[in-house]
């Protein structure tokens, strides 16, 4: 039986960092950063003692709310994030104790941007295989605690967020249908976070270089994105015989609008079928999918066709076909 997502929920910090508020910060403007990403505003956690896995606990204890599935019976957590608490602990561990999961084992995945469709992609095989009953995968980010706020190429592009959905075994034919997953580590050296890992261990020399920030080569990040998330999308449509109308929505990584637009247009969904909020949050990297699906959870109905896209830092990417299970409006 297909393992299925049968509620969603998400936590966003009430601070918004607009692009006025940037342009006093950075040499930039509203203008500029609207028409080059589409992104007008973003969260932020500002809370010092607050991290990744408390925007997460959040969305899992509100998670277990709507759906009235006591914490303790959560199987496994799986966190998908670059932005851990710190190394280890993994985060997972960290949100299953913060939301009373207590007999949940759990596991943190990197793959950046593409994070919650690979974590969704493992969840399911859990689901699927009857090993776990109950799985949360979790897509969270504080962004903010990566970004260099001098650095007007990266500053204006992420906000902070999470958002969790719970997987279960579907009676009839819905859930995680299909799902095609690619990862290339020759494009490693364009985004990513240069030290704090094994490779460059932190120093003074480390910090003094701002090598603890990310790091992105934004042009060809931005054509890979193009065309891998857009190819990979129409190849999982394709090999499930799915043309445009066959697919209610779109649900693309939420990187830069000028990426999801090109999605857009290789799928042949009309415009109206695509999630888009990136003008509120930027690009909260894993919560970007599972933050569109919980903002238009309560238009969602059993039996549509749903197409989750990501592109990210590895490089990765991938497309999930996935049959929405539940009517969204239940609750609403
Ligand atoms: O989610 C993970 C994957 N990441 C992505 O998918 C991001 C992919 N990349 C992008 O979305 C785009 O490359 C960016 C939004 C990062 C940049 O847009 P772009 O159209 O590729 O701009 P660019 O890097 O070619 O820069 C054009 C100009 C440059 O100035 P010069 O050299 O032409 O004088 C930049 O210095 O824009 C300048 N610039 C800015 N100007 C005002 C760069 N950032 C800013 C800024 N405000 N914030």
Redesign the pocket.
């Known amino acids: 039986m297909p393992a299925a997502i049968t509620c969603v929920s998400g936590y966003l910090p009430e601070d918004k960092l607009t692009n006025f508020d940037l342009e006093k910060m ?4 509203d203008e ?2 609207r028409t ?2 589409g992104i007008q505003e973003r969260r932020i956690l500002k809370d010092p003692n607050k991290a990744t896995s408390d925007m997460g606990a959040e969305a899992v204890k509100s998670l277990c709310a709507k759906s009235g599935l006591a914490p303790e019976d959560i199987d496994l957590v799986i966190c998908a994030t670059v932005t851990p608490d710190m190394l280890f602990p993994s985060t997972a561990n960290l949100i299953a104790h913060k939301a009373g999961a207590t007999k949940a084992w759990g596991f943190d995945l990197s793959a ?2 593409s994070g919650f469709l690979f974590a969704l992609t493992t969840g399911a095989q859990f689901v699927e295989n009857g090993t776990a009953k109950n799985v949360v995968v979790v897509g969270a980010d504080k962004m903010s605690s990566i970004i260099d706020y001098t650095d ?2 990266t500053c ?2 992420f906000g902070d967020g999470a958002a969790a959905v719970l997987l279960q075994q579907d009676e009839g034919d819905c859930g995680v249908i299909d799902s095609q997953l690619y990862s290339d580590g020759a494009g490693g050296d364009f ?1 990513c976070m240069k030290a704090g890992g094994s490779l460059r261990p932190a120093s003074h020399e480390t910090v003094d270089a701002k090598q603890h920030f990310i790091y ?1 080569d ?2 060809p ?2 054509k890979a ?1 193009v065309t891998n998330m857009a190819d990979v999308s129409y190849e999982v449509m394709e090999r499930n015989n799915l043309t445009a109308d066959d697919v209610a929505w779109l649900v693309p ?1 939420q ?2 609008l000028r ?1 999801i637009d090109a999605t857009q247009r290789r799928t042949g969904l009309p415009h109206e079928k695509v999630m888009i909020n990136i003008q509120k949050y930027g ?1 909260t ?1 894993a919560g970007t999918i599972p933050l569109c699906l919980h903002d238009w959870e309560s238009q969602l109905k059993r039996g549509d066709n749903l197409i989750l896209a990501a ?3 590895g490089f990765t990417w991938g497309s999930v076909y996935l049959k929405w299970a539940y009517d969204g409006s239940k609750f609403a």
């Open positions: 950075v040499d930039t403007t500029w950063i080059r990403t950046a941007c007007r190429t204006v592009l985004l992105q934004g042009q990040v931005f994105a990584h990187a830069n990426i690009n990297t592109f990210g830092g």
